[in-house]
């Protein structure tokens, strides 16, 4: 067992690098607002990407197949919305102290980054492929063996967050309104520019399940995972 937690950790570590727009907004909350708002917008982002990891593991087909038929929809609605919201960001201000510490606000940090993760189905696609190519021999047949890959996919993953978080939060005393302007509008800028290239990129989106290209290689090389097409849904 502990061999198949280090697999999920592992797995974890790679697919939840925070890249793009999701690592930008959570960076964003950081320095804005403290590091329990980073942590709790990593964890939105955690929680969604265990939840494709378990449609994987757990080979819950007709979900992935709804996902892989409606993928364009899917991202044509989370391009739109990372338009919205990175424009949003941009034109945003300082909020005061004692407005931003509240249980809404929190949930709304959480909610943000949960919602932009599930957006990208791309994500259940690495998952997918890292199942398929290890085999139930290597991952475990039963439920138990499933839950403890994934739960070591979801510790992978925040681990990734502990460290964007921690090393944020040390800027976060330091910044003055005029520097959280800048931070805005240039955090707000790389979101609405994924948001764009999340809408272009959707013509050209591949109908065959497989990783992105990092992911790829960076199975190739820590998993040893010839990256390859799965099967078409």
Request: glycine share 10%; charged share 10%.
């Amino acid at each position: 067992m502990p061999h198949i937690f280090l697999k999920g950790i592992i797995i974890g570590l790679i697919t939840g690098m925070p890249l793009g727009p999701i690592g930008a907004i959570c960076l964003r909350t950081t320095l804005t607002n403290g590091a329990l708002f980073g942590f709790v917008a990593g964890l939105g982002s955690c929680i969604a990407d265990s939840i494709y990891a378990s449609i994987a593991a757990l080979g819950l087909t007709f979900i992935a197949r709804f996902l892989a038929r409606h993928q364009h929809y899917i991202r044509l609605f989370g391009g739109i919305l990372l338009l919205i919201f990175g424009i949003h960001v941009i034109l945003s201000k300082q909020e005061n102290k004692q407005e931003i510490s509240n249980s809404k606000t929190l949930a709304k940090a959480f909610l943000t980054t949960f919602m932009f993760a599930l957006a990208n189905p791309a994500t259940i696609f690495s998952f997918l492929f890292v199942f398929a190519s290890y085999g139930s021999k290597n991952i475990g047949h039963g439920v138990i063996a499933r839950a403890i890959l994934i739960i070591g996919v979801f510790c992978g993953s925040f681990c990734w967050w502990v460290i964007l978080v921690l090393v944020a939060d040390r800027f976060h005393n330091h910044l003055n309104p005029k520097k959280i302007s800048v931070i805005n509008k240039v955090i707000g800028s790389i979101i609405v520019f994924s948001g764009i290239v999340f809408i272009i990129s959707i013509g050209n989106y591949k109908k065959y399940i497989r990783p992105s290209y990092l992911h790829s290689k960076l199975f190739e090389i820590i998993l040893h995972l010839k990256p390859r097409h799965i099967h078409k849904l």
